[in-house]
Protein backbone atom coordinates (compact mmCIF):
# COMPACT_ATOMS: atom_id res chain seq x y z
CA UNK A 1 0.00 0.00 0.00
CA UNK A 2 1.57 3.85 -1.10
CA UNK A 3 1.77 5.72 2.01
CA UNK A 4 3.09 9.64 1.64
CA UNK A 5 3.88 10.92 4.91
CA UNK A 6 4.27 14.97 5.30
CA UNK A 7 6.75 16.80 7.75
CA UNK A 8 8.00 20.07 8.18
CA UNK A 9 5.27 21.86 9.11
CA UNK A 10 5.40 24.31 12.06
CA UNK A 11 4.93 28.49 13.66
CA UNK A 12 6.35 30.92 11.94
CA UNK A 13 5.84 35.06 12.04
CA UNK A 14 4.64 36.27 8.79
CA UNK A 15 8.13 36.83 6.59
CA UNK A 16 10.22 33.61 7.46
CA UNK A 17 10.36 30.44 5.94
CA UNK A 18 9.99 26.53 6.05
CA UNK A 19 10.23 23.51 3.85
CA UNK A 20 7.63 20.88 3.68
CA UNK A 21 9.00 16.80 2.81
CA UNK A 22 6.40 14.41 1.70
CA UNK A 23 8.56 11.11 1.52
CA UNK A 24 6.51 8.28 -0.53
CA UNK A 25 6.72 4.71 0.50
CA UNK A 26 7.69 3.87 -3.16
CA UNK A 27 9.60 5.51 -5.57
CA UNK A 28 7.94 8.77 -6.68
CA UNK A 29 9.46 8.19 -10.23
CA UNK A 30 6.22 5.82 -10.11
CA UNK A 31 4.24 9.30 -10.37
CA UNK A 32 2.52 10.99 -12.93
CA UNK A 33 2.08 13.72 -10.55
CA UNK A 34 2.83 14.68 -7.33
CA UNK A 35 1.28 18.41 -5.70
CA UNK A 36 0.77 19.74 -2.63
CA UNK A 37 -2.98 21.07 -1.18
CA UNK A 38 -3.99 23.00 1.57
CA UNK A 39 -7.13 23.30 3.53
CA UNK A 40 -8.87 25.67 6.14
CA UNK A 41 -11.40 24.70 8.21
CA UNK A 42 -14.63 25.71 6.63
CA UNK A 43 -12.77 26.36 2.92
CA UNK A 44 -12.09 24.27 -0.17
CA UNK A 45 -8.84 22.09 -0.39
CA UNK A 46 -6.97 24.77 -2.51
CA UNK A 47 -4.13 23.23 -5.31
CA UNK A 48 -0.70 24.74 -3.71
CA UNK A 49 1.65 23.62 -6.41
CA UNK A 50 2.05 20.62 -8.56
CA UNK A 51 4.94 18.58 -10.31
CA UNK A 52 5.47 16.07 -13.27
CA UNK A 53 7.45 13.34 -13.51
CA UNK A 54 9.27 15.30 -16.03
CA UNK A 55 9.88 18.09 -14.13
CA UNK A 56 6.74 20.60 -14.71
CA UNK A 57 5.77 22.55 -12.22
CA UNK A 58 2.16 24.56 -11.67
CA UNK A 59 1.35 27.05 -8.25
CA UNK A 60 -1.11 29.00 -7.70
CA UNK A 61 -1.22 32.48 -8.28
CA UNK A 62 -1.49 33.43 -4.16
CA UNK A 63 1.87 31.43 -3.86
CA UNK A 64 3.80 32.22 -7.27
CA UNK A 65 7.14 33.67 -6.76
CA UNK A 66 7.37 32.64 -2.82
CA UNK A 67 7.03 28.77 -3.18
CA UNK A 68 8.48 26.28 -4.88
CA UNK A 69 8.14 22.39 -5.83
CA UNK A 70 10.60 19.96 -6.22
CA UNK A 71 11.15 16.42 -6.04
CA UNK A 72 14.03 14.35 -5.38
CA UNK A 73 13.68 10.54 -7.07
CA UNK A 74 16.68 9.25 -5.20
CA UNK A 75 15.30 10.21 -2.00
CA UNK A 76 11.46 9.35 -3.02
CA UNK A 77 10.56 12.71 -1.35
CA UNK A 78 9.27 15.63 -2.72
CA UNK A 79 9.37 19.02 -1.01
CA UNK A 80 7.81 22.95 -0.69
CA UNK A 81 10.11 25.57 -0.13
CA UNK A 82 7.74 28.12 1.17
CA UNK A 83 9.17 31.77 1.31
CA UNK A 84 7.69 35.34 2.60
CA UNK A 85 5.25 33.42 4.22
CA UNK A 86 1.97 35.39 5.24
CA UNK A 87 -1.07 34.57 7.32
CA UNK A 88 -3.16 33.44 4.98
CA UNK A 89 -0.75 30.30 4.45
CA UNK A 90 -1.91 28.66 7.65
CA UNK A 91 -3.13 25.23 6.93
CA UNK A 92 -2.70 22.35 6.96
CA UNK A 93 -0.77 21.19 4.02
CA UNK A 94 -1.59 17.92 2.31
CA UNK A 95 0.53 16.07 -0.40
CA UNK A 96 -0.74 13.92 -3.00
CA UNK A 97 0.66 11.35 -5.73
CA UNK A 98 -1.89 10.74 -8.87
CA UNK A 99 -4.53 12.86 -6.62
CA UNK A 100 -5.02 9.03 -5.88
CA UNK A 101 -3.02 8.68 -2.91
CA UNK A 102 -2.85 11.23 0.26
CA UNK A 103 -0.73 12.34 3.31
CA UNK A 104 -2.14 12.96 7.11
CA UNK A 105 -0.91 16.53 6.42
CA UNK A 106 1.34 18.53 8.28
CA UNK A 107 -0.10 22.24 10.19
CA UNK A 108 1.65 25.80 8.73
CA UNK A 109 0.90 28.34 10.96
CA UNK A 110 1.92 31.70 10.49
CA UNK A 111 1.32 34.73 12.98
CA UNK A 112 1.39 38.35 12.17
Known amino acids: QVQLVESGGGSVQAGGSLRLSCTAS????????MSWFRQVPGKQRELVAG???????NYADSVKGRFTISRDNAKNTMYLQMNSLKPDDTAVYHCSANGDYWGKGTLVTVSS
Open 26 to 33: IMVITFNT
Open 51 to 57: ITRGGTT
